[in-house]
């Protein structure tokens, strides 16, 4: 009876589910409320975990509650921490969640809000979600090894190489594209950027107090530092309405970026727990709530999408960047359907601290999918907006021109209207001197948001204060991805540096670290320096790199993962790993072909540089601008340099596994599996964590 | 409604001490906990040495995701 009742609960969700889904897909004309993509998310993701991640867990992975995780078996209270399983959710939640599927949703909803939505949904499920799941099942049976480690057993010597410089890849572009998403937030925008400078010294007295005053004491420091930002959000309308202070906080892109290379030099230099770990303490509070307030409003505001299901932008002539449907859609989504990056997470903190094997199920699948339901947010908050303010946030000056009457002329051109005083009253209602050409997504994100919770709280007299709340949250969102990732980014190159003169990978010798840190950061910075100075707002070019990037990161975590699951013998079951990485192989080498040689000049980085070198030599450049055009024909060919060298790095590992597979298939070599020996767990069956009541191998349950 | 009272305060008290843990707040005490320092074979940190050198291990490896 209890099994029946199951059951046709399942198939009312599936059923609900698939009928939102195809409402979604099929509704044409008026506009569609936002409730129905959170109902087929939300079923889609239900019925996906119910069916799907137990079927992966039970037939191809087969996990083992009986065998102890490496929580048990080197508790040491420091990396080894047996940890609560809500509480490893969280932290994992916390460790994927960046700020790339709030920004690649609302940059891919530029093609309409269907192409982006069903990626989301499906890429997560059978992709994303797969990838973090059995990477962190991998991990755990490898005593909490990382990726190029496994990489490096599993595959081969150069496999882990080769994950290895693509890590330290993905980590400069990424913090290269990230800084230039804060930078065309704050540009010309006194109100944010007093605001985000005031954190630095929040952050800085934080630090001293958790580390002189009060250590460890982190709840009682986020509250004090949460008040002050709170307050410096609402004092940033004071500082924009002072002419002589908002002169000194209006900043141009140029003077951003060197502010923020600056920043992140210094970041990396500083002790972390002075300015490092108290920024990523503020953050975390205002993350988790910024991201259940957003939920809680869209599903309390249920606004109208008025993007149409597909733009003519699917064509590849996109004003936000340029390229079709796809790849490009896929590319840009990144990490709300599948990260490469989560890869690095799910074989680094988490699989140390879960309590068993199966729990790897509930926090490597569960964590994506709520990660995806982000990205479906942000693709909402995106699609709620208006069309045409949508596209003059979002366009770079270099398309739809500098003024209000230019882009309104362009973007009406286009089929969706839009008059040059909407603009200029919108930009004046979110206390803004200009909305026009603030590509990057954060901006538009922040409208969106803006609008969804003033609709909620306060009306359209609290929607300044809402925009720099989100532009807050945004930035420092990023900024905190951006300091931690810089010294992960240090001490590879310690690491690396280390080989060619040993006193380099001393991670404690003023000198080197130092060095490493003017690499790291000059590395990010001038990608950084790049995308500021493009005329076609440097997202254009940068972001579809990232997403490169990111994407071949995700296709060597699958190979890692169809090694593993090959020697484990479950050849039966390899379309679960094999399957997804076919298509993100197919997806980054279409998407990394024609960023290289497509004859587009705004797709293609080599016809971009050949078209810049043509308008030079008909005379077309002025004078005073051909020295500006070398350079941005010099960053043209290194950006198709950079996708090469990513491209061929994935063609050498998927070499390596190739012949690694060819061999255990042909019985040619054995299949040998660097699995921890199998030890039996200590534990209770209810053991739900050291700080849950229990006690290491007594059967003492919570309290 | 004691029964649900009871309920409610216990609860509480560990969604208490989850939020403590997610955050950091109680990174110490599961130190003090942990097998290491029961089988004493390592000078137990102070809680201010214990916060820098948490820090210093967290901060050397991917932790925050794009």
Known sequence: MKRAFSFVVWLAVALLGAG???????????????????????????????????FVAAKVLALDDT??????????????????????????????????????????????????????????????CVQDFVILFCSIRRDGKSLGQMAREEVSRRGGIIAQLAVLAIIIILLGVIALVVVNALRASPWATFTISMTLPIALLLGVYLRFLRPGKVVEASVIGLAFVLFVVVAGRWVAESPSWAHVFTLGGVSLAIAIIIYGYIASVLPVWLLLAPRDYLIAFIKAGAIFSLAAGILFVRPDVLMPPLTRFVDGTGPV??????????????????????????????????????????????????????????????????????????????????????????????????????????????????????????????????????????????????????????ALFVLTVLDAGTRVG???????????????????????????????????GYFLYQGVIDPLGGINSLWPLFGIANQLLAAVALVVATTILMKMGRLRWLWVTVIPMLALIIITMTSSYQKILSPNPRIGFLSGANDLAAQIAGGIVPAARIAETHRLMFNLRLDAVVTSILVVMILLLIVEALVQWYGILSRRHEAVLHESPYIATRWAPDFSGAGHGTVVGDAVGDD | MRKAAKRTRRFLRRFWRGFREWCGDAAYESYLRSKVHHAGSCRTLSQAEFYVDQLNRRYSRPNRCC
């Open chain 1, 490 to 524: 240090r001490f590879m190159i310690h690491e690396m540096g280390g080989r060619l003169w040993k006193p380099l990978a001393r991670t404690n010798w003023l000198p080197a670290v130092l060095i490493c840190s003017a690499v790291i950061v000059g590395s990010w």
């Open chain 1, 321 to 474: 960047f340029a390229g079709k449907i796809f790849p490009f859609c896929f590319i840009t989504i990144a990490c709300g359907a599948i990260s490469g990056f989560h890869s690095l997470i799910s074989s680094g903190t988490t699989p140390k601290m879960i309590l068993r094997e199966s729990q790897a199920r509930f926090i490597g699948y569960g964590a994506m999918l709520l990660e995806s339901f982000v990205g479906v947010m942000a693709m909402v908050a995106a699609c709620a907006m208006t069309p045409g303010v949508y596209f003059a946030i979002n366009s770079p000056a270099g398309i739809v021109g500098h003024t209000a009457e230019a882009a309104a002329t362009t973007i009406s051109s286009w089929g969706y209207h839009i008059d040059a005083q909407t603009m200029t009253q919108l930009a004046q209602s979110v206390g803004e001197q200009t909305l026009l050409n603030r590509t990057g997504g954060a901006p538009s994100l922040a409208v969106g948001m803006a609008q969804i919770f003033s609709s909620t709280i306060g009306g359209g007299r609290l929607l300044g204060i809402w925009y720099h709340f989100a532009i807050m949250f945004e």
């Open chain 1, 67 to 128: 065998r102890a995780t490496p929580a048990e078996r080197h508790d040491d209270g420091r990396d080894f921490v047996p940890t609560n399983k809500w509480v490893l959710f969280g932290h994992h939640f916390a460790a994927i969640a960046g700020p790339g599927p709030l920004v690649g949703p609302t940059l891919a909803a530029q093609f309409g809000y269907l192409p982006g939505t069903l990626w989301l949904i499906v890429g997560a499920a059978f992709g994303g």
């Open chain 1, 20 to 54: 939102a889904l195809g409402a979604i897909a099929i509704h044409r004309g008026e506009p569609l409320n936002a409730m129905w993509f959170v109902i087929a998310a939300l079923c889609c993701y239900l019925v996906a975990f119910r069916l799907y991640s137990a």
